[in-house]
């Protein structure tokens, strides 16, 4: 689930606790920072780019990513936007489950990011 629909869950008394990826601002909530890790660009070693692709090979690049609203979404956002590509003009395969963003990544759909210990 998202971390808004996490969170949603535990202000309902639905769950006790939440393990989410990022910060929480809302003061309702008590938290705190028990791991951190890296996303890594990934591909499949058959999808057709190089391992030092340029921005404007990743610009062309179909991107598998989480469903708005999810964290990890948001920070793979973050990393792109860094490096200079606009989200808005990318092609963005969304996916709402961890395992099927990684097989679709695997199966060689498009390059995404991934936490490295995920």
């Known amino acids: 689930m998202t971390t808004k629909e ?5 202000e309902k008394g639905e769950c006790d606790i939440a393990l989410i990826e990022g910060k929480v601002s809302d003061p ?11 996303m890594l660009p ?33 920070h793979a956002e973050s990393f792109i936007q860094s490096i ?19 097989q679709s990544i695997k199966n060689g759909l498009g390059v995404g990011l991934l936490p490295r210990f995920h």
């Not at 990513?65 to 979404?73: A, D, H, I, K, Y």
């Open 6 to 10: 996490a969170l949603d869950s535990v």
């Open 84 to 102: 200079g590509l606009p989200i808005e003009r990318l092609h963005i395969l969304s996916t709402n489950n961890n395992h099927l963003l990684k």
């Open 28 to 38: 309702v909530f008590t938290y705190a920072v028990f791991a951190q890790d890296e």
């Open 42 to 74: 990934v591909a499949a070693s058959t999808y057709p780019l190089i391992q030092n692709a340029t921005l404007a090979e990743l610009a062309e690049a179909t991107w598998v990513m989480r469903e708005e609203g999810c964290m990890m979404r948001q």
